[in-house]
C-alpha cells in the first residue's frame, strides 16, 4: 500500500479552484455512474484507506516512570531513603505515599494529545452514499477513494473532502472546522486559488455536517490528506509546554538541592575538622541538617492547593482537566478567543431594520423574544403603529420556513438560524406564525437557493387579491422593484439612497437581508420566477448579527483592568470580526489570514502584540498566533469549540474549551473546560488562579523559614561544638507535623482585596523574588535566635539532653504557630478581627497541631520513640512569650516595607 505517496498527490491539487469539468477529468470520475468496483479497489491500494493514522504511543509503564523526573521528587525520594534508613518507617512511607500519590495524578493526565486525535477521527463519517458500478449504494467510509462520486443529504456527515459539482440549496455547518457562525452555502462554481478556507464554496470538507438541502460531488481528499487530517496532524505536531509553577518549581528545586548539598559537606568539613567531632558524629549531623532543610511537604502542599483551586472553579463553571493549569490561569498575560459561542451567543438576532423612511434599532438578543423596536436614539415604538414596518415583520415571518415554539419554559428554535432571527423579530413585533397563517395560507412557495439567493411565498390576503412575498439578498430583490413602500404610499424606488443605507449597516459587521412584496391576482396558485422579475414593491432591508454576550462584554473590560490582552481570532469575516470587536470593547483594524499567511515569523510577532483582532483564520493560522505570543514571552490561554482550534489549544499555555457546543477534540486538547461556554468564567477562573499562586507562594513563605530556622539551628550547633538541638528524627516530626496541618490551612485562604487590580505576574520571574527571600531569611533568623537561644540556656541550667531538645523544638513550633498568622496577609496587617480569626481552616489547624504536639512532648510511647520529655510552665511561658514577640516583629517588618514594594514583588 502506497498510503504516503497517494495522500501526497491529493494535497498538491487547489480543488477548489479548477472548474468542475477538469477535476472529473483529472480524476478520470464518472457523475453519472460512478467508479467501478475494480477501480475504486486499484485506488485504495494506491492511496491507502480513508482515515488517520493513530499515533505512535509510549507504553503505560514508561509514561508511569516519566512522572519521577523531577528535581524535587528526587529531593523526596532521598528523603524517604534516608528516613528509612534511620528506621522511621511511618515518616518514609508518609513521604513516598506523597510521590506515588503525585505519580499517578501526573499518569492519568498524561495523553491528551492521543486522546484528541482520537476524538477527531470520530468525526470522520462512518457511512457514505456512493454511485459505484452505475448504482446507489452505501459503503463503508474508509473505503472511499478520489474520484468517488458522494451524494450528500440533509443530515449527512461528509465523509471525505469533496469537490461540489451539482447543488440544491446545499449549506454545511463548518463551525467546527473554520469557526463560520452559519451554515454556508455549496455551489460548483470555481474560487480563487487564495481563498480562505471558509470561503472555499465548491468545496465539503470532511466531518463538516449538511445543514440543508442536497448536493453531489467528487472526492477529492481522503484520510490525512483532508483539511481534518491536516488538523490531526497539526495537534500530533504541537509540543506540549509546562505550566510557569512547574518550571519555576523545578528550577527552585534544583537550587535547592544543590544548596542543601554544599550547606552539608560545609557541615560536615567544620565538625570534622574544625570541631573534632568523631566521622559518625559529623555524618549524622550532615542527615539531620539535610533532612531539616528538605521541605519534604511541599509538594502534597502544591497538589492540594491546586485540588482546592479545582473544587472553587467547577462551582463557577470552569472543568479544570489538568492540575497545573489553574496556577497557570493565574499568570496569564494574554487571552486569545474565538468569537462565535465564545464572545458571542452563537445566536443570529435582528439588530437593525431600515425601511424608506425610518431607521430602527431592536433590543434583545438570541432566539428568546424579548425586545422591542426603538427609533431616533431610543424611542420605543409599536410595530403595529407603524405600517411599513409592520409589513417587514409580517412578511418575514410568513416567508419563512423557520419555526420558534415555547415549550418547557423555555424558546426552542428549529430551522436555518438566520431564518430563526426573522421569526423572533417578527414575535417581538407582536406577530405570530399561527394566526398569520390563518390569515394568510401559503398558496406556493419558491425555496430558496444558493444559485438566486432569495426566496418567493405566495399567499392568499383576501377573496379578491394576493401577496408574493420576496426575501432574500439586497442585490436581488432590489434588482426585482422599481418602487419603495412609505407611510403614505408608493413612490419610485431610490436606489442611490439603498445602496448608502446597506453599505452602512453591512460596516457595522451585519448580514443584510431584504424584503419586497407585490398584490397580485386572486386566482394567482403556482409562482414563476417570472413573478418576481420586475414589478415587486420594496421594504426595507434587515441587519442580522450573532450579537456578544452582556457578560462577555463586562468580562473583556474587567481582563483590561487586570492587565491581561484578549485578542479575538475568528474564522469569521473581517467585518463582522470588527463590530463585534468594537461591541466587546476589542478595537483595532482586523488583520485577516491571507495577510498571516505572508508574513514570516518575525513579522507576525511584531504584528500579533499590535492587533487585537484576526479574522478568516485557518488552524495554522492560530496556532502560529499563540506561538508568536509565547515567542514574547506572553503567557496565552486559548479558548475555542472546534476541530480548527485543536492545534491552538494544545499548544496554548492553556486551551480552554466550550462545554455545552464544544467538540470533543476541542476539550480532549485543553486543560479546562467552560461548563456554561461563556468568556465570563475565564474571568472568575484567572482570579482563582491568582489567588491558588497567592496561596502556594505564602504556603512556600511559611515552610522555608521553618526549614532554615532548623538548619541553621544545627549548624551554628555544630560550629560551637555543641550537641545537636534536634536529631534528624524530630526535624522529620517537625517538618511533616507542621506541613500537614499548619501549612495546608494557607491552601484555603480566601482572594486578598484588589487582587484583579494587579498586573499579571511576570512568567519569568523566579518563585522567590528578593523579596520573597528576605522574608524567608529574616524570620529564619528569628525562628534561629529563638530555638537556639531557648536550647543554650536550657543546657546552662543543667537539664537533660532531651528536655533541652524538647523546649528548643516546641520553641520553634510555637513560632510557627505565630508566624502562620502573619503569613495570611503577605504585606497587608493581620491585627485584626478577620487577620486572627477571620479563617477556619488556620484555627482548626492550630488546634490539631496543638494535639500533636502534646502527645510529642508528653505521651510516654511517643516520647521513647522520638527522644522528648515533658515541659513545665515556666518553660512554657517562655515558649509562648517567643512567639508573641515573632508575631510583633514580622508585623513590623511588613508595615516597614509596605510602602516600598507592591504586592506581585
Known sequence: MREGAGQAEQRQADWHAIHSEEVVSRLEAQPGSGLSSEQAEQRLEHYGPNRLRPPEREGPIKRFLKQFHNVLIYILIVAGVVTALLGHTLDSAVIFGVVLINAIIGHVQEGKAEKALDAIRGMLSPRAVVLRDGERMTVNAEH???????????????????????????????????????PVEKADEPVAVDAELGDRKSLAFSGTLVAYGRGQGVVVGTGEATEIGKVSSLIAGVESITTPLLRQVAEFGRWLSVAIVLLAAATFLIGYYLQAYTAIETFLAAVALAVAAIPEGLPAIMTITLAIGVQRMAGRNAIIRRLPAVETLGSVTTICSDKTGTLTRNEMTVRSVVTAEQAYEVSGVGYVPDGAFHRNGGET??????????????????????????????????????????MVAAVKGGFERRELDRSFPRVDVIPFESSYKFMVTLHREREDGGLLIMKGAPERVLAACTRERTADGDRP??????????DGIASRGQ???????????????ELLFSDVEEGMVFLGVMGIIDPPREEAIEAVAECHRAGI??????????LTAGAIGEQLGIRGKPLVGHEIEAMDDEELGRRCLETDVFARTTPIHKL???????????????????VNDAPALKRADVGIAMGNKGTEAAKEASEMVLADDNFASIAYAVEEGRTVYDNLKKAILYLLPTNGGQAFTIVIAIMFGLTLPVTPVQALWINMVTAVTLALALAFEPPEPGLM????????????????????????????????GHYVYMEAQGVSDELAR??????????????LFNARYILEPVTSVAGLLGSRAVLIAIGVLIVLQGLFTYAPPVQALFGTAGLGPEEWLRVLVFGVLLFGVVELEKAVLRRRISPED
Open 511 to 525: 448580514r443584510l437581508l431584504a424584503v419586497a412584496v407585490k398584490e397580485t391576482d386572486p386566482d394567482h396558485r
Open 624 to 642: 502560529r498566533l499563540v506561538q508568536a505570543l509565547q515567542g514574547h514571552g506572553q503567557v496565552v490561554a486559548m479558548t475555542g469549540d472546534g
Open 565 to 574: 490582552g484578549v485578542k479575538m481570532i475568528t474564522g469569521d469575516h473581517a
Open 806 to 819: 524538647s523546649v528548643a523544638i516546641n520553641t520553634l513550633v510555637m513560632g510557627q504557630v505565630f508566624y
Open 757 to 788: 487590580e494587579r498586573r499579571p505576574r511576570d512568567p519569568a520571574k523566579p518563585i522567590l523574588s528578593g523579596f520573597l527571600i528576605w522574608r524567608v531569611l529574616f524570620v529564619s533568623v528569628l525562628l534561629v535566635m529563638g530555638t537556639f
Open 493 to 502: 424606488l431610490d436606489r442611490d439612497h439603498w445602496q448608502e443605507v446597506l
Open 381 to 422: 415604538v409599536s410595530a403595529g403603529e407603524e405600517p411599513v414596518l409592520a409589513q417587514m415583520l409580517r412578511g418575514v415571518a410568513l416567508c419563512n420556513e423557520a419555526a420558534l415554539y415555547h415549550r418547557d419554559g423555555n424558546w426552542r428554535l428549529e430551522g436555518d438560524p438566520t431564518e430563526g432571527a426573522l
Open 144 to 182: 472511499l477513494v478520489p474520484g468517488d462520486i458522494v451524494l450528500l443529504e440533509a443530515g449527512d456527515r461528509v465523509p471525505a473532502d469533496v469537490r461540489i459539482l451539482e447543488a440544491r440549496n446545499l449549506r454545511l455547518d463548518e463551525a467546527a472546522l473554520t469557526g463560520e457562525s452559519v
